[in-house]
């Protein structure tokens, strides 16, 4: 699976939008782009994937651009219980793919 | 989304001790399960991927005989970390894969964790 490359850490004040970036420059034609998060002493929660085209679900935007070398996930307006560690992931996907996560991307958001 | 459980959520145990970790998909069914740790301050590693009905996957560098995992049914698998050590300390996460809802990619559900301590 393609390696990804997350900024160490990133702070957001409350209220405003999230933008966390990855780089993924090699990725391959079948790999899917996935965005999980982990709050302290949590399991991870999945927040949203895509492939070619941007996505948007209740939790958040992945912009994935043209040439798929590097995604944005964007957190419209930030709470507080956003704070976590942010991991970009690049999987093949299918019932057997495994998740190899990176060291991701602490998110603190601010009063 | 779909939950998936573990049990027990703490356990503190003495060197030398086996000690067992379950992992259940509560509201669907999970052909394929994983197994993570997570050390302080570090990422996830997964250890190995459990099949339901045969020998799971180990991950380069985990020891199988020493982390036992068996996945009997489709919503159990559990891992059991035998002759405890004091560096087998860790956050052990399981997560679960709805692998019967089809389609080319799976979401991973996964559990809330089981920290392990071993005096």
């Known amino acids: 699976d393609a390696k990804t490359t997350q900024p160490p850490s990133m702070d957001c004040a409350e209220g405003r939008a999230a933008n966390l970036p990855c780089n993924h420059s090699t990725i391959s034609g079948n790999e899917y782009v996935y965005w999980y998060r982990q709050i302290h002493s949590q399991g991870p929660q999945y927040i949203i994937h895509?492939?070619?085209n941007n996505e948007t679900n209740e939790m958040a935007s992945l912009i994935i651009t043209e040439d798929r070398k590097s995604s944005t996930l964007i957190l419209p307006h930030a709470t507080l219980r956003d704070t976590a560690v942010y991991y970009c992931i690049v999987s093949s996907g299918g019932s057997n793919y495994k998740l190899t996560f990176g060291k991701g991307t602490l998110l603190t958001v601010n009063p | 989304g779909a939950v998936v459980s573990q049990h027990p959520s703490r356990v503190i145990c003495k060197s030398g001790t086996s000690v067992k970790i379950e992992c259940r998909s509560l509201d669907f069914q999970a052909t394929t399960m994983f197994w993570y740790r997570q050390f302080p301050k570090k990422s996830l590693m997964l250890m190995a991927t459990s099949n339901e009905g045969s020998k799971a996957t180990y991950e380069q560098g985990v020891e199988k005989d020493k982390f036992l995992i068996n996945h009997a049914s489709l919503t159990l698998s559990t891992l059991t970390v035998t002759s405890a050590h004091p560096e087998d300390s860790s956050f052990y996460i399981c997560?679960?894969?709805?692998?019967?809802?089809?389609?080319?990619?799976?979401?991973?559900?996964f559990g809330p964790g089981t920290r392990l301590t071993v005096l």
């Open positions: 895509g492939l070619k």
């Open positions: 997560s679960a894969s709805d692998s019967i809802a089809g389609g080319p990619w799976n979401e991973q559900f």
